[in-house]
Nanobody, 120 residues
Framework: QVQLVESGGGLVQPGGSLRLSCAASGRIIRVNAMGWYRQASGKERELVAV???????NTADSVKGRFTISRDFAKNTVDLQMNSLKSEDTALYYC??????????????WGQGTQVTVSS
């Protein structure tokens, strides 16, 4: 059974930094992509950033230049370095992964979420 475990959320002042980490465990043949989504109170879940096995990234315009995604797919991990945080970055952040768990198919998995609160 595959699990995604996030860490690194918390409370930070505006302009501060946080680093989120996500580790996938279980029967994983290959990581196709891993990334982060977020959902603020009363809003829909949105993509923050994703990185594929070849290193390609897709980052939301709202966080470009402030957030950086990185991965170590040998360890099945993905990190999100968040700098210059703003109050509007406050949300529940979810790790997402597309994992090849059999030779014939890949599946999508979600973590439980980690809260990021930006407030003075």
């Amino acid at each position: 059974q595959v699990q995604l475990v996030e860490s690194g959320g918390g409370l930070v002042q505006p302009g501060g930094s946080l680093r989120l980490s996500c580790a996938a465990s279980g029967r994983i043949i290959r990581v196709n992509a891993m990334g982060w989504y977020r959902q603020a109170s009363g809003k829909e879940r949105e993509l923050v950033a994703v990185i594929t096995s070849d290193g390609s990234t897709n980052t939301a315009d709202s966080v470009k230049g402030r957030f950086t995604i990185s991965r170590d797919f040998a360890k099945n991990t993905v990190d999100l370095q968040m700098n210059s945080l703003k109050s509007e970055d406050t949300a529940l952040y979810y790790c997402n992964a597309e994992l090849k768990t059999s030779w014939f198919s890949a599946s999508e998995f979600w973590g439980q979420g980690t809260q990021v609160t930006v407030s003075s």
